[in-house]
């Protein structure tokens, strides 16, 4: 036998196996990480339990108010529901029918307006993509004195589109966020291959045969995610809304849950903490139901 033979090593040896160590400015670094990853994690659901906690306190006061009660009782959800002066489901009504028909129009006027930019050329196209976009960089607030002259006076000509009115709002709703919406559906629109219109086109469609029935069901995860934006983001606002509406039973549900804490901070933090509780469910539901088309017009829309 040889000594090369001799030498060599059986192919399954069972002496351990060298194992990379990581370095320890590595191992410290991972453990920052995780430990800041903990501290966003509690610091984001730190007012979600507080606010948990209050709704289900049965004294309902911000004074008494825990961050784990002792006591758990469904009277504020049950205050919010039967009290004459604070009609919450009012307010929930009223907050669903401005969101609803504002995520619509803002689909349908976005919607066509992509088209248009995306798949037209027409003099003007460029420069109206760069109005859109500079009319974004000025903030909203800039324009409440003027919304509330014009929709004062337009109320004494139209009062069901003056202010103290729902459809006064969605109005001014819908225009608000049409740049943004446009831009976003653009970017989706330009991903759809054009040879599908000229296609449409040679078998004699117009331009409007081929945005309902070819364009549309194709760009439908970008149209599910702009109306989910508009929902969210009208459901949320409250400083146009408390400006506009002036009634009770005209309030959406941020306004009147800030005329609770108005009326007694103390006294109705509990129903206050219910009312966001519940507040919270029609956007979940929304959520939970197009999760995927939310995130695929998102993530295809961007990457455009």
């Given at each position: 036998m040889s000594a090369t033979t001799l030498s060599r090593k059986p192919a399954h040896s069972d002496a351990p196996q060298d194992r990379r160590r990581k370095p320890r400015r590595v191992i410290i670094g991972d453990i920052a990480l995780h430990?800041?990853?903990?501290?966003?994690?509690?610091?984001?659901?730190?007012?979600?339990?507080?606010?948990?906690?209050?709704?289900?306190?049965?004294?309902?006061?911000?004074?008494?108010?825990?961050?784990?009660?002792?006591?758990?009782?469904?009277?504020?959800?049950s205050f919010l529901f039967h009290t004459p002066n604070w009609d919450f489901p009012r307010w929930l009504l009223n907050s669903l029918i401005v969101c609803f028909v504002n995520a619509f129009i803002a689909v349908f006027i976005g919607a066509a307006a992509a088209f248009a930019f995306s798949r037209l050329r027409f003099r003007g196209r460029r420069a109206g993509l760069a109005t859109l976009l500079l009319l974004q960089m000025f903030p909203s607030t800039l324009a409440f004195v003027a919304l509330y002259v014009t929709f004062s006076r337009i109320g004494d000509v139209v009062p069901s589109l003056g202010l103290n009115s729902l459809w006064g709002l969605i109005l001014v709703y819908s225009g608000g966020a049409m740049g943004a919406n446009v831009w976003l559906l653009k970017g989706y629109f330009d991903t759809v291959p054009k040879e599908l219109d000229e296609a449409a086109i040679v078998d004699?469609?117009?331009?409007?045969?081929?945005?309902?029935t070819i364009v549309l069901p194709l760009v439908a995860p970008i149209l599910v995610t702009v109306f989910m934006l508009s929902f969210i983001g009208t459901f949320s606002e409250f400083l146009l809304a408390g400006l506009f509406l002036q009634d009770n039973n005209k309030w959406t549900v941020a306004v009147g849950l800030y005329g609770l804490l108005q009326a007694?901070?103390?006294?109705?933090?509990?129903?206050?903490?219910?009312?966001?509780l519940l507040s919270t469910i029609p956007v979940m539901l929304l959520y939970f139901a197009f999760q995927k088309q939310l995130t695929g017009g998102l993530t295809s829309g961007s990457v455009k």
């Open positions: 430990a800041g990853v903990l501290v966003a994690i509690l610091w984001a659901i730190f007012p979600l339990v507080y606010i948990l906690s209050a709704a289900l306190n049965p004294s309902g006061t911000l004074d008494t108010s825990q961050l784990l009660p002792s006591q758990f009782s469904m009277k504020n959800f004699g469609a117009s331009h409007a045969r081929t945005y309902f007694d901070r103390n006294k109705y933090f509990g129903p206050f903490a219910a009312g966001a």
